[in-house]
Nanobody, 121 residues
């Protein structure tokens, strides 16, 4: 089982930037893909971005394309989400997850505890 720990959230004004990190430990060799999801108050968790762990293939939801960049450092077992031009609607708890297949949002699991991102207008 892989353990995931998110960090890097915080309060930022609209138009600002944050970088989230997701550190993986345990059975990291079984990770085929990793991804970021978010959950706003009163809403279901939604997929944000994912990356194929062995290569540069990525996937984003339309609302964050051209603003967010997902990346990973295989040597350090850390995944990142660079978030630019943040909007109030990006406010949510952000979670990272791992999957053993590509690409299916429902295949992700092993969730971390989440990190809060709050964007003020």
């Amino acid at each position: 089982q892989v353990q995931l720990t998110e960090s890097g959230g915080g309060l930022v004004q609209a138009g600002g930037s944050l970088r989230l990190s997701c550190a993986a430990s345990g059975r990291t060799g079984s990770n085929y893909a990793m991804g970021w999801f978010r959950q706003a108050p009163g809403k279901e968790r939604e997929f944000v971005a994912a990356i194929l762990y062995s290569g540069p293939t990525t996937r984003y939801i339309d609302s964050v394309k051209d603003r967010f960049i997902i990346s990973r450092d295989k040597d350090k077992n850390i995944m990142y989400l660079q978030m630019n031009s943040l909007k109030p609607e990006d406010t949510a708890v952000y979670f990272c997850g791992a999957a053993n297949t590509w690409f299916s949002p429902t295949a992700f699991g092993s969730w971390g505890q989440g990190t809060q991102v709050t964007v003020s207008s």
